[in-house]
């Protein structure tokens, strides 16, 4: 996996937000405030898939 990255709109201030990890062929989703937490893992396909069709 790649490094987290968290979205370009989330505020420093500890607010609510998850990070990402994205490889070629898995994408992993995690709580930015509790990153021992559990990850939500899924195929590339279906996370870029999610995202697209957010926009």
């Known amino acids: 996996m790649t490094e ?9 201030n500890g607010s609510d937000c998850v990070e990402v990890a994205i490889s070629p062929r898995r994408a992993a989703v995690r709580d930015s405030k509790n990153i021992s937490g559990p990850v939500l893992r899924f195929p590339a396909e279906a996370w870029w898939a999610f995202v697209l069709h957010r926009r």
């Open 4 to 12: 987290w990255r968290k979205s370009s709109y989330s505020g420093g």
